[in-house]
């Protein structure tokens, strides 16, 4: 029903920047948080930011100051603007949607590989 395609991962040497975007399409009547987790090799899954409809966020301490989510929802697309890269932040990065009203449902991309060199 919602399919979630993320872009713009990719290698950047440390202290460079990337953005993702993800763009949600499908049928739905409302998206409320997106948000971006990531996963690295031999690691769970943690959340790296959320953005709710009205705008509110969250941060993982570990990128406060240095990424930057934002979202447009009238093109519904979230982005993750990631400046001072580094070599602990290489990872797939996934993006999140929370859908419904009554009804919550998550769905995910299929993930995106951002790799930072030292």
């Known amino acids: 029903q919602v399919q979630l395609v993320e872009s713009g991962g990719g290698l950047v040497q440390a202290g460079g920047s990337l953005r993702l975007s993800c763009a949600a399409s499908?049928?739905?009547?409302?998206?409320?948080?997106m948000g971006w987790y990531r996963q690295a090799p031999g690691k769970e899954r943690e959340l790296v930011a959320t953005?709710?409809?009205?705008?509110?966020?969250i941060y993982a301490d570990s990128v406060k100051g240095r990424f930057t989510i934002s979202r447009d929802n009238a093109k519904n697309t979230v982005y993750l603007q990631m400046n001072s890269l580094k070599p602990e932040d290489t990872a797939v990065y996934y993006c999140?949607?929370?859908?419904?009203?009554?009804?919550?449902?998550?769905?995910w991309g299929q993930g995106t590989q951002v790799t930072v060199s030292s």
């Open positions: 999140n949607a929370n859908v419904g009203v009554v009804g919550s449902f998550d769905y």
């Open positions: 499908g049928s739905f009547f409302r998206i409320n948080a």
């Open positions: 953005i709710g409809s009205g705008g509110r966020t």
